[in-house]
């Protein structure tokens, strides 16, 4: 049955303009996506008996929802249109926690201001962490205000809100040298050395594969390996968001003996390199375990980004920055902001 929605008389040229704001707001219904933000302004701009049909087939929100959005409202809907990993979820769950802290679940997303706003930062800056001491750390509060930035945008797209009154909220990341530490193929050889056969293997995809642990260790497969061809097949939940699920790095002359040591080892039919690594697995305790067997008091920070960015600048002193961000699967200005080191 078709559902028709009458417009009454007007131009060739403005019927064509319902045609198409009409035809984005079907294809974002169907696709449980928001409608483009020009559609969204000719939405509210249209006439009320075109506006009440689409609330009547349910394209749009009602007038009288509108009136209703909470800021608890804001946070559920923007979380119940992302399209991310459970685990993604779950942080950005979190990210947006402290705006029903500050303003509460009942709060009026329409009456916050830019003032609000601006005393929601200075609020969250010297919020405390919840474990150790000092307030959130500036690169938190960074990922946190980027994504209430996101959500009050959806709100605006969606029509619910007028504008985005965090639009112009600003904190800035800062990039610190105190994490960063060079893993050296000295302090890798001690640390294979202590390692157990499964975790021995972790470290070297890791260090020597430049890999992203877990995520990247949870869907690796032996299939995904090519001999022949010195290659295999890296899947990267990261960055599948960005139209790249995967990549192609080569079988590094030194990553080899450990994998043909773990290929021997694992039980006949066994697909799966790690079975039991998901990506929201621990591998720090092991590590802890591993580094103290190897004779390493001191807590190495942020151990598997720091094997990464080892990595990266190790390798760009055989080859090109292009092809090695190619190989981990970074960006060039990623890796120069993030990843390449000064070493001594």
Not at 74 to 80: A, F, I, N
Not at 91 to 102: G, V
Not at 230 to 254: D, H, V, Y
Request: charged share 30%.
């Amino acid at each position: 049955m078709r559902r028709a929605i009458g417009i009454g008389k007007v131009g060739a040229k403005a019927a064509e303009s319902y045609r198409v704001h009409i035809e984005h707001i079907e294809s974002a219904h169907v696709g449980g996506h928001s409608i483009p933000p020009a559609t969204a302004k000719w939405v509210a701009q249209t006439k009320p008996q075109v506006r009440r049909r689409l609330e009547e087939l349910r394209l749009v929100e009602a007038q009288a929802e509108r009136e209703k959005l909470t800021i608890g409202n804001l946070v559920e809907r923007y979380l119940k249109d992302l399209t991310v990993t459970p685990r993604t979820l779950i942080d950005y769950r979190k990210h947006l926690r402290p705006l029903i802290d500050f303003f509460t679940h009942e709060a009026d997303a329409k009456t916050v201001t830019k003032g609000d706003a601006d005393r929601f930062l200075r609020w969250l800056k010297v919020q405390p962490k919840k474990r150790g001491n000092g307030t959130l750390a500036p690169n938190y509060v960074s990922k946190m205000v980027k994504t209430m930035r996101q959500a009050f945008a959806a709100a605006v797209a969606d029509n619910l809100l007028d504008e985005n009154p965090i639009a112009g909220l600003y904190a800035p990341e800062q990039i610190s040298d105190e994490d960063d530490y060079e893993i050296t193929r000295e302090l890798t050889e001690r640390i294979l050395t202590a390692a157990n056969p499964r975790y021995r293997l972790i470290i070297a995809l890791a260090r020597y594969g430049g890999l992203r642990c877990p995520s990247e260790l949870a869907g690796m497969c032996w299939s995904h390996f090519y001999w022949d061809k010195g290659r295999f097949l890296i899947l990267s939940p990261k960055t599948q968001k960005q139209g790249k699920p995967s990549r192609i790095a080569p079988i590094f002359r030194e990553l080899l003996p450990f994998l043909l040591d773990a290929y021997e080892m694992a039980p006949e039919g066994q697909e799966k390199v790690f079975p039991g690594i998901d990506g929201d697995s621990n591998l720090r305790t092991e590590l802890i375990r591993t580094l103290k067997r190897a004779g390493i008091s001191d807590t190495i920070p942020s151990f598997y980004r720091n094997c990464r960015s080892s990595r990266q600048t190790e390798l760009e002193e055989e080859f090109s920055l292009h092809v090695v961000c190619k190989w981990l699967g970074n960006t060039e200005k990623v890796a120069r902001r993030h990843y390449l080191k000064v070493r001594d």
